[in-house]
């Protein structure tokens, strides 16, 4: 264990659904962040957030909404997504926002039919 | 592109037999990390190695990196089937206005018993 969990694991949803990724870290870190991984590309960095504040914004769709209530925890919130959104989310943490080592959760498998 | 860009894609070798990848990047580095991913699960954080320091060890891994040249490269030795996995490098540079680690497409790993 990594010390970063994601909920849920698996995730099935229609384009017109509405629903949400949970990413938990215990160890104490000041930066998070959601990186998109589809088959055969590199890892997408979507979001950064630095002691709660989002510190970059890779041009990602408005259909993907994040947010971060507090440095232990991040949520992303899906609504009207499309078929090419299907990919790997995952979740990571870092002690401080510049480069340092990152502790990935197992991610979240979407699916959007 | 200024990610690491990992040599070669895909790697198919037998248990015993060493592993070696790749990594190429454009841009000054402050160090280079490199990470393993199990099929469908989060990365974990293998090694760095700092941009003053030529060769690591860990394990059965061994790293190197030319800065003169830009390349970085994962060996692993007497690799078992517990090795298949992706391995991705992410050098950590400076983009943007702040320091940042930039993956690339990975190296597919298949170790055959």
């Known amino acids: 264990e990594t010390g970063v969990t994601q909920t849920p694991r698996h995730l099935v949803m229609g384009m017109t659904n509405k629903k949400s990724l949970k990413c938990e870290q215990h160890l104490g870190h000041n930066a998070m962040y959601w990186y998109k991984q589809s088959a055969k590309k590199p890892l997408e960095l979507m979001f950064v957030?630095?002691?709660?504040?989002?510190?970059e914004n890779n041009s990602v769709p408005s259909r993907f909404s994040p947010e971060c209530p507090n440095s232990s925890h991040l949520f992303l919130h899906l609504h009207t997504l499309q078929p090419e959104d299907s990919a790997l989310y995952l979740c990571a943490s870092s002690q401080d926002f510049g480069g340092e080592t990152q502790y990935f959760g197992p991610g979240t498998r979407l699916l959007v039919l | 592109s200024q990610q690491g860009e990992e040599d070669p894609q895909a790697l198919s070798i037998q248990e015993g037999e060493n592993a070696t990848m790749n990594c190429s990047y454009k841009t000054s580095i402050n160090n280079l990390q490199w990470y393993r991913q199990n099929s469908g699960r989060g990365l974990v954080h293998l090694i760095l190695?700092?941009?003053?320091?030529r060769e690591k060890h860990s394990g059965r891994l061994r790293v190197t990196l030319d800065t003169s040249k830009k390349s970085s490269s994962l060996l692993i030795t007497a690799s078992r089937a517990a090795d298949t996995a992706s391995y991705f490098c992410?050098?950590?540079?400076?983009?943007?206005?702040?320091?940042?680690?930039?993956f690339g497409a990975g190296t597919r790993l298949a170790v055959h018993p």
């Open positions: 992410a050098p950590r540079l400076f983009s943007g206005g702040y320091n940042k680690l930039i």
């Open positions: 957030y630095s002691l709660e504040e989002r510190v």
């Open positions: 190695i700092r941009s003053n320091e």
